[in-house]
């Protein structure tokens, strides 16, 4: 696959695409970077290479094999269109086309074969991906029921700008003054707060709907019920989950911990005496899903309840990892 | 109730109770500091009053009416005899009673009619009362089989050295330098961890097993099961709870609000469309536990889920507030 073109080069997903690209030796025989006006001009390096930013446009796609779309939901309902009139095949990184019919969407561990000679791939939400690449192997072996989760949410999902809040609006406190917010609505220096994203009349915001609703079409039939919480915490970029299973039949500690321990895209970080278990700070720059804290939920008198705890790298296989992921898969097929 | 002494005067419980007794003009002859040799000579303000700690002694409690033990559960187990055979009546904070028969374990809100004549009356561990603060008036009524917590802690429950160890910590990874971790095994700026306590042999920490033991203890006969996940995230002072209950028949959210809104120790702040939520800077220095994200749990296909998150001061209701309010009872009765 060689003429590859990335909307949303400079973005916090952008980047790390870039970087996993070069990292995981991706065949590219053009890299194209696009962005928006505001981006286009910016220098970005590549395999030692300077490349400018381009300005994205009706002909950008023009000859291109595949395109990321990794900006935002509107950004990729403008121009996915348009790279499929030129003819590429398009993984986005939105939420625009996910539930789509026809849509694959994707985690190559659990459903990489959906993707057929589909022209459009949908990568998952953030913290769906991260919990599904932990679930899954269980769900496939022992079927699960219902999974209650919380989250524990980086700032990263945000942005690079939220990132970059972050760090200055706690700086502002440290020095004594009040924080200043801007890209979120409440201050998140040295605070939390329920994420950001618009709440429904069935009060569940849409992260957590995306969690349960992506969920559900990407485990397919008999796909477990999910209820969400989604919280954003003062952590740069990686993504923790606490995590409750029930599961259909009675389900063992031992067992799940057999099964994680060779799931691909997870690490066991389970140390009980060091109290050693998955840390955002660990897992930030990692490939794999750390997981942890497996325990028997004792609220289950059955013996059908099992805890999680789970920390993953937004950016990586909550976002740029997973589409490279499909898109090696695109290519090898 | 003349004569009072508090025994961990300098601490962060200890400071606050020192403000609380003052701002709800808790009748007092005698105050009494008392601290470990290491805080003995330090001052503190009190009603325009500078009192001096005085290290703890044999002696100490000797006239003493009502003692407060805020130190740990180590200095409880050693002093809470002496003040018992002082005559003292004693509210202690710490872990080490909390559990024995005969001990109550108060939230005055659910059942101060168990403190009765007790010479001996156990504060609760922070997050369960703030958690059982909003879920108690709900069981109540309608009563609760389970309930599924995932918590967001603050440092403070650690002391003020963790307080500062985050403020420092930050300040060193902001200005480019690795965080010295110290009081914690793990960095706090920027990072969370799962609860420090003990892990034991069925996988829940020390902090997980309180909430579920304590809310048993607590909630008395129909107790509903609990299983807990404990988190330090790096906020100050506040604790936040991610709360799934599942109720015996089903359960309506607007039911759910009705009770809440009326409900002692609690205030409402769901705004769905401002997404204004309980967040850990608006329930710091507040007395009242904040609850909103009021919502129907959509995985429980029998509409006997019910999902929650709260928002409540760790060293107030959690801890200094509460002691307060128990001794506000005792003095009464």
């Not at 990184?93 to 985690?107: E, K, T």
């Not at 997870?266 to 997981?291: K, N, T, W, Y």
């Not at 028997?296 to 950016?315: K, M």
Request: proline letters at 5%; glycine letters at 6%.
């Amino acid at each position: 696959m060689a003429h590859l073109a990335i909307l949303g080069s400079t973005g916090a997903v952008g980047r790390e695409l870039i970087e996993i690209l070069l990292a995981r030796r991706f065949s590219v025989d053009r890299l194209l970077l696009l962005g928006s006006s505001r981006s286009a001009g910016q220098k970005i390096i590549y395999d030692d290479r300077e490349l400018t930013v381009e300005e994205v446009a009706e002909t950008s796609f023009d000859g291109m094999d595949l395109v990321f779309l990794v900006a935002d939901a509107e950004a990729s309902r403008c121009w996915m269109p348009v790279a499929r009139r030129a003819g590429a095949r398009i993984i986005d990184n939105s939420s625009a086309f996910r539930l789509d019919d026809g849509v694959p969407l994707v985690v190559p561990e659990i459903n990489a074969e959906t993707i057929g000679q589909a022209r459009l791939i949908a990568n998952p939400n953030c913290s769906t991906i991260i919990m599904n690449t932990v679930v899954w192997p269980l769900h496939r072996r022992h079927s699960i029921e219902r999974i209650v989760v919380s989250t524990y949410q980086a700032v990263s999902g945000a942005g690079f700008r939220a990132m970059t809040e972050l760090r200055q609006q706690t700086k502002q406190v440290l020095d004594g003054h009040q924080p200043e917010p801007s890209i979120f609505r409440h201050p998140i220096a040295f605070n939390l707060f329920c994420h950001e994203s618009a709440v429904g009349e069935d009060g569940y915001n849409d992260e957590e709907r995306k969690m349960v609703l992506e969920t559900r079409k990407i485990f397919g039939k008999h796909a477990p019920a999910v209820t969400a919480t989604c919280v954003r915490v003062p952590i740069l970029r990686a993504h923790s989950e606490s995590i409750n299973l029930t599961f259909r039949e009675p389900m063992s500690e031992a067992r799940v911990r057999e099964i994680l321990a060779t799931a691909p895209g997870i690490r066991l970080v389970d140390d009980r005496e060091a109290s050693h278990f998955p840390m955002p700070v660990e897992a930030a720059g990692q490939d794999d899903c750390l997981v942890g804290r497996i325990r028997q939920d004792t609220s289950q008198p059955d013996g059908r309840g099992i805890e999680l705890f789970v920390s993953g790298d937004q950016l990586r296989k909550g976002a740029a990892l997973n589409a490279v992921q499909i898109a090696e898969y695109v290519v090898a097929t």
